[in-house]
């Protein structure tokens, strides 16, 4: 059974940089996708950035300029490089897993929260 693990999350003041990470573990999966999503108290899950194998990352408009996402297959691993970070930002942050076979996973999520 695969299974996502983040870290990194953390309490940042206005204007710092957090890294997080998210590492797949097990067998019988071939990643596509990974990416981050994001949901604040009271509001609705939404995309933060993704990245499919051998393609561009796609960011929220939000974050552009500001994060920055990459993936090491190797290590079935995907960062989230966060700077110039808003107390807008603060959320719980999801690891998101898509395979070949459109099997889709997620993680138990991080929280970042940027005190201003």
């Known amino acids: 059974q695969v299974q996502l693990g983040e870290s990194g999350g953390g309490l940042v003041q206005a204007g710092g940089s957090l890294r997080l990470s998210c590492a797949a573990s097990?067998?019988?999966?071939?990643?596509?996708?990974m990416g981050w999503y994001r949901q604040a108290p009271g509001k609705q899950r939404e995309l933060v950035a993704t990245?499919?194998?051998?393609?561009?990352?796609n960011y929220a408009d939000s974050v552009k300029g500001r994060f920055a996402i990459s993936r090491d297959n190797a290590k079935s691993t995907v960062y989230l490089q966060m700077n110039s970070l808003k107390p807008e930002d603060t959320a719980t942050y999801y690891c998101?897993?898509?395979?070949?076979?459109?099997?889709?996973?997620w993680g138990q999520g991080t929280q970042v929260t940027v005190s201003s």
């Open positions: 998101n897993v898509v395979d070949f076979d459109g099997r889709v996973l």
């Open positions: 097990g067998r019988g999966i071939s990643i596509y996708v």
């Open positions: 990245i499919p194998d051998g393609g561009r990352p």
